[in-house]
């Protein structure tokens, strides 16, 4: 395929250079004036649009970043103190290319337990990622190595970059039904049917806790029964924990899933990300782990994901990775880690419940428990595209179209516009 | 891949069927579909329940990095490790250079700053600084917005998104890399879907560049195919092609239409100028025509783990550089959404030009942080070629057999010593020195006290072993 540009066009030829002295040659065709401008991520395209908006009004509840009640982002006390201990230090030396030893060990204690006998028995495999899109990503990589013919079971809903991920790592996807739009909550029925028929041994993304955009989450019970027939049918679970500590307040209980499978003797895999619940977004802090069968096999698959990752950034950024082991590490940070984690978490809970009842008193004809139902950062509203866009285009709020709120832009100053503004759109629903 | 066979051979037929049969026993339907299949063991189910991943078997160590694993096993107080390229001072300590350590000081103490996803881009400021810094501030191809640049994963994290982004949009999928090269060059560029072609480079017999070689190669590539160019100081050989010769290849490569990507990963550190190491990049693009480049500040900022770099792609028109930044974003933001903030800051604090942001208070403060990071940077290459002569020095005068004026015609931070395999195992087995088994030692790894070490090292294995 030819590289036709408006280049070409315009000079009729392909590819004529200038030949000879230096700076002459303006003539040169463009080899990319073919390519076509790309769709805007749905998700960051929000904020982008929020921000060109002069409007003093304007409510940003699109990207799932932590505010506090003041709308202003939040950098957590412990990881000030963390970066102040850090600044100064004698090198910034390449990390290994699996990553900080520190940062994935106190990273598999937070999934696993901190008794975890799979950590004692060095079973896991486990390497720092680029967040929790990177560990999604090696994973995904590592899966078509490894496993060519297998695909990916994703949620509907799901954070819609998984589908990206998946795809470029030309692993096929498939999809098993998860929100019922109805209830607002779990397809819990058409969830198991879909996990019975699908073919045995094959891979399943969950979300851990806080499910990713809708909120809903299975009861414990329910997600015992899943193990259950995970176990029946042979299949693997990848988890996708990018909210541990930030749903209930308590990483133990956000924790709750992964023990259950791993008491049941699954060989999970599971990607973590430290952007929301330590607050270090653009520090791209992560961990990727796969339970294997024993040390030896745990060393095999470890050296196997340094291997995807060596060609695709050598060796992972050290700073966040210090931050997340010195916090960690350190008992009294630690411990202040999770008084600050758990007092995010009943910020969002107690928005939840604000937008609920101020919604219910404007006498809405619409049941919104789902909203104190759900958990984590994001409401699913069950608003229509149509009611969203009214919403970005009267009341200048931004949200993602799927009608997903982020419950983290939510404050006390601005709960009773968005109320109101949401029953104006639905009220004749 | 081999798994699949590899379980088939271990299991036999009596196996499987046991398998079933306690499937079967069981009263388990789960393994008839609803569909009423017969049963299909899919190729993921583990033989006993076992991993999934059973048959991985266990990657070889990389060959750059086991040479760090092998020196720290070494009990011999006598050890140098000339393997990887990362600065030592005189001491041999890792460096983090004053200007960055202000830096840090500085973002530290800036309450206001917050940790923030960037923008799938990365860090606005740091981009266009860079561009600035390897394409020249009065660059033309700047002024008219030609060029879009992102902030990628150090050099690495730039090729692989370089490369990808050729591999879906480019009609060529051939890359020409030079021979020798980093050994992870073919690794990026395969995985991102090109396919790796070689042209001559480096001549054993002078030690210095087959410039006939490579114009040959380059003449015979097929038109429109990509050609990897380092900018300056060559890895692994420390090998430069003149300006002269530069000149020569660009116009080759423009004539067949071949579209450079350049790797720049030591601007600044080879000859200790910033604009000198950038020369080859300017010329190309001075000619108006296309190119790509990775740019790393591991080693000229000392920011290795903090993985920043950019990656630049000069297009020809405005227009076209828009819409190749919209699909750079959709190579980035499957593989890790946004890049890392830290390090990028830093640069921009250090790189940040008085007239460009008038909100900063300390105007000539930051001009200052420039001009330092210059100084430091001088005197980290300075230290590098001063090695080099005093490995030069230390050879002549032990009357070591051999032309050794290749070690101070080269140039950056590796020399490629020219030693063959077997007098590089002497070298490691009875003089402790650890080097990668092709030859190449890091300068930056040797001292005024390991030298005299080294040189006793290099004229026993060149006398005793050929």
Do not use: C
């Given at each position: 395929m030819a590289a036709i540009g408006r280049g070409i066009l315009r000079r009729g030829i392909v590819g004529l250079p200038a030949v000879g002295s230096g700076s002459a040659a303006r003539s040169m065709a463009s080899w990319f004036g073919h390519v076509e401008p790309a769709a805007k991520d749905p998700i960051l395209g929000v904020t982008e649009a929020f921000l060109a908006d002069p409007s003093p009004e304007k409510v940003n509840v699109g990207v799932g970043a932590y505010r506090d009640d003041n709308g202003k982002p939040v950098v957590l006390e412990c990881v000030r103190e963390a970066e102040r201990r850090i600044a100064g230090r004698l090198n910034m030396e390449y990390l290994p290319m699996g990553g900080s030893i520190k940062m994935?060990?106190?990273?598999?204690?937070?999934?696993?337990?901190?008794?975890?006998e799979f950590i004692k028995d060095k079973r896991i495999a486990a390497v720092q990622a680029l967040s929790g899109t990177g560990a999604c990503r090696l994973f995904a990589d590592f899966q078509k190595r490894f496993l060519p013919d297998s695909q990916i079971y994703i949620p509907i809903p799901t954070w819609s970059n998984h589908h990206n991920i998946w795809r470029d790592a030309n692993v096929p996807q498939r999809t098993f039904r998860y929100y019922h739009p109805d209830t607002k909550g779990l397809d819990f029925a058409s969830m198991m049917?879909?996990?019975?028929?699908?073919?045995?041994?094959?891979?399943?993304?969950?979300?851990a806790c806080a499910h990713n955009p809708t909120g809903v989450d299975p009861s414990e019970e329910q997600w015992r029964e899943i193990s259950y027939q995970f176990k029946v049918k042979k299949h693997f679970p990848f988890f996708d924990m990018a909210y541990q500590g930030f749903a209930s307040g308590d990483p133990e209980k956000d924790a709750k899933a992964i023990r259950i499978f791993l008491e049941d003797g699954h060989q999970i895999g599971c990607a973590q990300s430290y952007a929301k619940n330590m607050g270090l977004y653009g520090q791209r802090a992560g961990c990727l782990s796969i339970l294997c069968e024993d040390e030896l096999q745990a060393v095999a698959v470890k050296s196997q994901l340094q291997q995807i990752a060596r060609p695709m950034y050598s060796n992972p950024p050290v700073h966040g990775a210090l931050v997340v082991s010195t916090i960690l590490g350190d008992p009294e940070l630690k411990s202040l880690w999770l008084k600050e984690v758990k007092s995010m978490a009943d910020r969002i809970i107690g928005m939840r419940n604000a937008l609920r009842e101020n919604l219910e008193k404007l006498g809405s004809p619409l049941s919104w428990e789902h909203i104190t139902n759900q958990i984590g950062m994001f409401c699913y509203s069950g608003m229509t595209p149509e009611q969203v866009d009214r919403l970005t285009n009267e009341f200048h709020i931004y949200m993602t179209r799927n009608g997903r709120i982020s419950m983290a832009g939510?404050?006390?100053?601005?709960?009773?516009?968005?109320?109101?503004?949401?029953?104006?759109?639905?009220?004749?629903s | 891949?081999?798994?699949?066979?590899?379980?088939?051979?271990?299991?036999?037929?009596?196996?499987?069927?046991?398998?079933?049969?306690?499937?079967?026993?069981?009263?388990?339907?789960?393994?008839?579909?609803?569909?009423?299949?017969?049963?299909?063991?899919?190729?993921t189910a583990g033989f006993h329940g076992g991993s999934v991943f059973a048959n991985v078997a266990q990657a070889p160590e990389d060959p750059i990095l086991g040479v760090t694993v092998a020196y720290n096993k070494d009990p011999s107080p006598m050890k140098v490790n000339l393997g990887v390229g990362a600065y030592r001072t005189e001491e041999g300590k890792p460096l983090v250079l004053n200007v960055v350590k202000k830096a840090e000081k500085m973002l530290l103490n800036n309450p206001s700053r917050v940790k923030e996803y960037l923008p799938i881009t990365g860090l606005a400021d740091f981009n266009k600084l860079s561009a600035k810094l390897i394409f020249g501030a009065d660059s033309r191809a700047i002024q008219e917005n030609r060029v879009t640049t992102v902030q990628c994963l150090s050099g690495t994290g730039s090729l692989r998104v370089g490369a990808e982004f050729l591999a879906r949009h480019y009609n060529k999928r051939a890359i020409f890399i030079p021979q020798p090269t980093w050994g992870n060059h073919p690794k990026v560029f395969t995985?991102?879907?090109?396919?790796?072609?070689?042209?001559?480079?480096?001549?054993?017999?002078?030690?210095?560049?087959?410039?006939?070689?490579?114009?040959?190669?380059?003449n015979m590539a097929p038109s429109g195919a990509i050609v990897l160019l380092h900018a300056c100081a060559h890895n692994p050989t420390g090998v430069d092609p003149t300006l002269d010769q530069w000149e020569q290849i660009r116009r080759l490569m423009r004539s067949k239409s071949l579209l450079p990507f350049f790797d720049s990963a030591y601007q600044g550190f080879a000859s200790g100028n910033l604009d000198a190491d950038a020369q080859s990049v300017r010329m190309f693009v001075a000619d108006g025509g296309e190119c790509l480049m990775a740019q790393s500040y591991a080693k000229n900022m000392g920011l290795y783990g903090e993985r920043v770099g950019a990656l630049s792609i000069v297009c020809e028109s405005a227009d076209v550089a828009v819409k190749v930044e919209s699909q750079l974003k959709l190579v980035i933001r499957p593989m890790y959404s946004n890049p890392p903030i830290h390090g990028a800051s830093i640069v921009a604090t250090i790189l940040k030009d008085s007239s460009v942001d008038k909100a900063y208070v300390f105007l000539c403060f930051l001009r200052e942080m420039y001009r330092e990071w210059t100084i430091e940077l001088k005197a980290m290459a300075n230290r590098i070629i001063s090695m080099r002569q005093q490995l030069f020095n230390a050879l002549s005068a032990r009357g070591t057999p051999g032309d050794w004026s290749h070690i101070i015609k080269q140039i950056g931070m590796f020399t490629f010593t020219g030693l063959n395999k077997e007098q590089v195992s002497f070298m490691t087995r009875e003089y402790h020195i650890y080097m990668t088994s092709d030859g190449r030692i890091s300068m930056a790894g040797l001292n005024t006290k390991t030298i005299p070490h080294l040189a006793d090292a290099i004229h026993a294995a060149v006398n005793r072993i050929k």
């Open positions: 994935i060990e106190e990273s598999l204690k937070l999934a696993y337990g901190d008794d975890s049917d879909d996990i019975k028929n699908a073919p045995n041994g094959s891979f399943f993304l969950l979300h939510v404050t006390t100053g601005n709960v009773g516009y968005l109320a109101n503004a949401i029953h104006e759109v639905t009220k004749s | 891949m081999g798994n699949e066979n590899a379980r088939d051979q271990s299991s036999s037929p009596g196996r499987r069927l046991a398998t079933l049969a306690r499937h079967l026993s069981v009263g388990d339907t789960s393994l008839i579909s609803s569909r009423g299949e017969a049963i299909n063991t899919a190729p995985l991102a879907g090109l396919s790796v072609k070689t042209y001559r480079y480096y001549d054993p017999k002078t030690r210095g560049l087959n410039f006939q070689g490579l114009l040959e190669d380059l």
